[in-house]
């Protein structure tokens, strides 16, 4: 049994539609959700056991609304 914790920073989804921020709209500012999941294919489909990883934009943002 192999058990990775994945840990996605901003990422735009609807988790922020109650809250007074949101991730930024520049470019390379947040993660797309299909971002994630190509990470969690990658780390399912690999030969090898990883047991974190962190998955981050290029840069940092956020906007309140």
């Known amino acids: 049994m192999k058990v990775t914790s994945i840990n996605p920073d901003m ?3 609807p988790f ?3 809250l007074k921020f949101k ?3 520049k ?3 947040h993660l797309m959700p ?3 999941a190509k990470v969690v ?3 399912i489909s ?3 056991v990883v047991t974190d ?3 981050r934009s290029q840069y940092f943002g956020m906007t309140r609304k």
């Open 23 to 25: 991730p930024s709209n």
């Open 53 to 55: 990883i962190t998955v």
């Open 11 to 13: 990422t735009m989804t």
């Open 16 to 18: 922020f539609d109650e």
């Open 41 to 43: 294919l990658e780390v």
């Open 46 to 48: 690999s030969n090898s």
């Open 27 to 29: 470019e390379n500012s």
């Open 34 to 36: 299909s971002e994630v």
